[in-house]
């Protein structure tokens, strides 16, 4: 059954594109959105679908009125057609016919039909700005609501454990926690003179770093090995601008502030000269602008599934409070990071109470098996997540992550900790985001339909956390030296290890 669309600016700038909300959607499965909010933790909006619905029936007794209005002003026009009529062959009449002072009956009627013409006329434009008012609003509260959820997603906050890395069943962290001569990657950067908080801290602030030989060129050597395992892959590669306009930020499902008021995005300042011009921000992650890409165009179907992989520098504003979660390299507010991303067709569809969801999720499983193929040929222990309902962005109907165990963070992690953490994310966002970029898609068929495709979005390399990852996994206290992993050598000049200059 096609749904309808309506358009919507996600943002007052010229520039933005028009967002096309599907609320008959909503309208028709309101128990769906609000329990969907629920589960996510959208606490604020579980009963926004409500209010939609009360919103539509609002606008229809408008719209009702405005279609008698639309029905009386036809009626009033005919009968002044007539009264014209009657007017010019009453001007047949010999003259001598009419008596001094008499008033025409057709001259009354038509002043009053004049009259009433011109209320309604106000009438039909007081109703059509009701129902624009009604329209826009309905229109403003559906582009709030976040992605419907994938069956696959676990209820809740717990993640569910798909499998370990290496070896697929076995926890390999169990036999790791029983040496004692592990150490923190931000005390082996120092030792060996590679990671410079201090300095950092007196240049910009908490939450930024130097990374100093070898841990810069480990940077360099991580992004390319990164894009030539996605490059085999057949992804194509680009790179992106970081400062984006904030309405396309929005647009992807990332909002300036979160539900708790924190700010999230870095927003550039505009001169009063400027406060005309749209607004800019700093991209927190390139999924923003490799979305963008594809703002405002149809795609033909033949192009797809389109998959691009790109480095960018990423701008987090909300790095978090101190302690083991944000400790070193492990949460700051600019690094490094390679991102995948895809536009796919709708994959075989199924119904299920009124949602539309992918299966199977092919360049979803894609993106999964390259981050598993990067970090298991780093020699990470890792496990890959199938992420809760209440852990998903907005735009996301599924996410999987991929944790990496810190040995520091299990030992340091106060009351205890497992020392996983996230390295890695893949989402799927179904249309969220190609409805809100009027990104669509043009049919193989004669009648060449337009939809819109589905996205996905995968982090291929975030530099600083696997980083921080290879310092801790690739410490030898012996020799107070850092192993640097095979596949990473050929971007290392050959160099094997690394010690203290």
Known sequence: MARSMHSLPTESSPLAPKAFIDLKHIRTHPELYSRNCAARNYTNLIQTPYRIVELFESWKKWENDFRRLRERRQDVQRQLGQSSSTDHNAGDVPSGDISLGDTSPTTDRRSQLLQEASEIKEQLAGAALKQNQLQTEMQTLAVQLPNLTSGDTPLGDEPRVVRYLPGGSSDPSISLQERRDWRSHVDIGTELDL???VSASRTSGWGWYFLKDEAALLEQALVRYALDVGMRKGWRVVTPPSIVYTH?????GFQPRDQNGEQQIYSLHRSLEDQRKPERSLAGTAEIPLAGMKANVTMMAEEL?????????????????????????YRVHEFTKVEMFAWTLPETEKEEEGINTESPPTVFNEMVTIQSEILESLGLPSRVLEMPSTDLGASA???QDIEVWFPSRQREHQNGGSGWG????????SDYQTRR????VKDRSSSGHLGFPHTVNGTAMAVPRVLAALLE??????TRTVRIPGVLRAYMSGQEVIRKR
């Open 195 to 197: 990671l410079d908080f």
């Open 473 to 478: 996994h690739g410490w030898d206290e012996k």
């Open 437 to 440: 970029l009027a990104t669509r």
């Open 422 to 429: 996230e390295v890695t994310s893949a989402s799927m966002c």
């Open 305 to 329: 599934p389109y998959k691009i992989i790109g480095v960018s520098r990423c701008y987090r504003a909300e790095a978090g409070a101190r302690g083991v979660d944000t400790k070193g390299l």
């Open 397 to 399: 109907i599924r996410k």
């Open 248 to 252: 396309l930020t929005q647009a992807c």
